[in-house]
């Protein structure tokens, strides 16, 4: 609920401060007052869509603050969290506007975007004039507010997902489809390609294992003649035996010397020990040197083979064994492409009919909601003076989307035998914000926490039309907020809360002022309402007549 509007220095309006209450509040006042300009105010502080020059002439920046009562399960809540804001149970709007065109939006004293002000002013405030800016003149919209009507949220949630589904579906189809027919362009070469890499099997590796195999072999020729000499230099008929001598030679003097032979002698027996694995490898090292030449050969052959397909693929040599496996998925994926293609149509198909029946029920609560908003109608529009109107809920065919399948057009007849149409088409201006009025009595009810604007609703209506107009407005507003900008005199009569706009000039400045009226005041209101300028003792009688209802 709107608790108050504070407007500062926005077009005609120095300071105002208004406080709003449940119920059936009306604003009045003549034409040019700028009642308008109150509307345009709490559509700024929203992030509605609407004029760029609010800033009032002379000051530097325009603000409007806004104040609204939340209840505990005020769907604006969701919708705070969403937006990461505090959520209390008061909720504040402030918006700047300065001089040069720049604006920033508070909600809660926390900044936020232009989106998170529309997002909040959705489950908010709804404003409905006789030309109708939410939807209900656009059948583009109509679709939506049968749903709402008709509370789908459910099965139109089953719908979404299965068209996702679908969509998931036929992607995946889609895609397969196009790798089969890139990869049948190559299959040749891809088929000779895996060939060639399984005939060869390399390893991973495997090329700088070879090249040093390569290379030892073909030094073998040069260095197996030198480690042949290191061989024999250190057997027995080089080093090993002349330490021997040497080890012979102090033991058989040993026990004469003392003990001063004993390190040396045991220094040379490690040295012998040594000296023997130093020759064991130089032995097996030399004889690792003895190969057949096919042998290089077919080592070269290899390590040529595996450097060749690196390079025909362009890659390291390291990376032939991925390239294969790579290469064998590939062909393996070709030669099963039509079973893949069979499976994959098979799930599109069992997406669509998933698709189709969510999309059926989603149709059938479609057509009973339609049925019951027309009953509902036809129950509105007789108090209204329209009990020989027919309203009707048309339901065709669209393509299929995640909304589903079908197209919702409100039309209206306006006579019995008449022909039917679109409201904007076939309601003249006095009927059509009387099917508004009904329409949108219909759509919000059981909506909580809506505070709905009604700018001029009973405009080219008068006498019995427009009292029946402002009981419509009245029944609304029990147990919720209707702020009812109006000309009428019976439809400002049934306010539970009326508030006069009026403008004033002083030093050549004209100013915008609105005052909560009383009792008194409000005879006098509406007596000039149905008078004019000048206010009659007969126009006061009239004025309590029609608050005394």
Not at 28 to 54: H, N, P, Y
Not at 224 to 234: H, M
Not at 389 to 409: I, K, R, W
Request: include cysteine; aromatic fraction near 4%; hydrophobic fraction near 45%.
């Amino acid at each position: 609920m709107l608790r108050s509007l504070t407007i500062r220095n926005v077009l005609l309006i120095d300071e105002l401060e208004l406080e709003f209450t449940p119920g059936l509040n009306v604003l009045t006042g003549e034409t040019g007052a700028g009642k308008s300009i109150l509307l345009d105010a709490l559509g700024f502080v929203l992030g509605w869509r609407g004029r760029a020059d609010i800033v009032r002439a002379g000051a530097a920046q325009g603000e409007v603050l806004a104040e609204f009562e939340l209840g505990a399960d005020h769907p604006a809540r969701a919708v705070l969290e969403a937006a990461d804001l505090p959520v209390e149970d008061e909720l504040l709007f402030r918006r700047t506007n300065t001089s040069d065109g720049r604006k920033r939006g508070f909600v809660n004293d926390r900044r936020v975007s232009g989106d998170v002000l529309k997002a909040l002013s959705a489950v908010l405030v709804e404003l409905h004039g006789q030309h109708d800016d939410r939807g209900l003149l656009d059948p583009k919209g109509h679709r939506a507010l049968l749903d709402a009507f008709g509370g789908t949220e459910v099965l139109r949630g089953a719908v979404r997902e299965a068209w996702r589904g679908l969509a998931a579906a036929q992607k995946a189809l889609a895609a397969r489809r196009a790798a089969l027919e890139e990869a049948a362009r190559d299959a040749e070469y891809l088929k000779h390609a895996a060939k060639e890499l399984a005939d060869l099997g390399p390893e991973p590796g495997e090329e700088p294992e070879l090249d040093a195999r390569r290379r030892l072999m073909q030094a073998a020729e040069k260095i197996a003649e030198d480690v042949v000499r290191a061989d024999q230099a250190l057997g027995l008929e080089g080093a090993e035996g002349r330490i021997g001598d040497a080890i012979r030679w102090l033991e058989s003097v040993a026990d004469r010397a003392e003990g001063g032979l004993d390190g040396p002698i045991e220094a040379l027996g490690r040295a012998l020990v040594e000296l023997d694995e130093a020759q064991g490898s130089i032995s097996d090292f030399a004889e690792s040197l003895k190969f057949d030449g096919h042998v290089l050969e077919a080592v070269e052959e290899r390590l040529f083979a595996i450097r060749g397909l690196a390079r025909k693929h362009n890659v390291v040599p390291d990376a032939l064994p991925a390239l294969a496996e790579d290469f064998a998925a590939q062909v393996a994926a070709l030669e099963a492409g039509d079973a893949d293609i069979a499976a994959l149509e098979g799930a599109v198909q069992d997406a669509r009919a998933a698709f189709d029946a969510a999309a059926g029920k989603l149709s059938a609560a479609r057509v009973k909601a339609g049925a019951q908003l027309d009953k509902a109608m036809a129950a509105e529009l007789a108090p209204l003076k329209l009990e020989r109107a027919v309203f009707s809920t048309v339901m065709g065919s669209a393509d299929p989307g995640p909304e589903g399948l079908d197209l919702v057009t409100f039309t209206v007849a306006t006579n019995p035998g008449a022909p039917a149409g679109p409201l904007n088409k076939i309601a003249s201006g006095g009927e059509l914000s009387r099917f508004l009025l009904a329409l949108k009595v219909c759509l919000t009810r059981g909506i909580s926490g809506l505070t709905m604007i009604f700018d001029e609703i009973d405009r080219g209506v008068g006498g019995a039309t427009a009292d029946a107009v402002g009981r419509r407005l009245a029944s609304v507003a029990e147990g919720a907020q209707v702020l009812v900008v109006t000309h009428s005199p019976q439809v400002a009569a049934l306010g539970s809360h009326h508030f006069q706009v009026a403008k004033s000039e002083a030093g050549g400045v004209t100013t915008t002022h609105v005052a909560a009226l009383d009792a008194g005041a409000r005879v006098d209101e509406i007596a000039r309402m149905l008078s004019g300028d000048v206010i009659t003792d007969e126009a006061r009688s009239a004025a309590r007549a029609l608050l005394g209802r």
